[in-house]
């Protein structure tokens, strides 16, 4: 399969724990992106990068999220001190930047914190 | 005003129905527009790029109206697998940087 893959795809965490998510694009793709999606909701665009370097990053993202891309290949998500409203699906996404920016999804991470 | 609105509907048709969804956008200097198609508990997936002279695949039509800053998607003959919530994206620049936002989708169920 070469498409996104997302790992872990579920994770249960106490509030307060830290937790870190990867994820692998299609392996030619320059860009990676990282949204967050609740129920009833549309995706929140939280960060991307272009190649290693990270572009933009959302005024929903706290200092408590931090994401890299140390190889211009996958990236992690990492979230600490987890919040109970930090419940949703992680989503990750790729393109290519010359070829009109369609966005491939990953299946998700889907965070609880209880 | 949000910068991406959508009818959160349902929408609920019989089979063979034509049904259509508008998705209105704030930034007038947005520069590309897509549909994408997320079943339940499912990724988001791309139906299509809306293009600024409308196009067409199968029963699907998109279309841009740039003036009224709105654009559509045409479900013609529907399938009851055409049930899944359809997502308005609209991409342009934002303080040198590309922004993709995203709408909270509008859902449609196909009845048989």
């Known amino acids: 399969d070469t498409g996104v893959s997302q790992n872990p795809r579920h994770k249960i965490t106490k509030r307060g724990q830290n937790v870190t998510f990867r994820c692998d694009p299609i392996s030619e793709h320059n860009r990676l992106y990282w949204y967050r999606q609740t129920l009833g909701q549309g995706p929140e665009f939280l960060t991307y990068?272009?190649?290693?370097?990270?572009?933009?990053k959302s005024r929903l993202l706290s200092d408590r999220f931090s994401a890299e891309r140390p190889k211009g290949s996958f990236s992690t998500l990492e979230i600490q001190r987890t919040e109970q409203g930090d419940s949703a699906m992680y989503l990750c996404?790729?393109?290519?930047?010359?070829?009109?920016?369609?966005?491939?999804f990953g299946p998700g991470t889907r965070l609880l914190v209880l | 005003r949000k910068e991406v609105e959508q009818d959160p509907g349902p929408f609920n048709v019989p089979e063979g129905a034509t049904v259509a969804f508008n998705c209105t956008y704030s930034?007038?200097?947005?520069?590309?527009f897509f549909w994408y198609r997320q079943d339940c508990r499912k990724e988001p997936k791309l139906l299509m790029s809306v293009y600024s002279s409308g196009n067409e695949d199968g029963r699907f039509t998109a279309q841009l109206n740039r003036a009224s800053q709105y654009i559509s998607l045409l479900i013609r003959d529907s399938k009851l697998s055409d049930s899944a919530t359809y997502l308005c994206?609209?991409?342009?620049?934002?303080?040198?940087?590309?922004?993709?936002?995203f709408g909270t989708g509008t859902k449609l169920q196909v009845i048989p």
């Open positions: 990068f272009q190649n290693e370097a990270q572009l933009e």
């Open positions: 994206v609209v991409k342009g620049n934002s303080g040198g940087y590309q922004k993709v936002t």
């Open positions: 930034n007038s200097a947005s520069q590309s």
């Open positions: 996404a790729s393109s290519l930047a010359d070829q009109g920016e369609t966005q491939y």
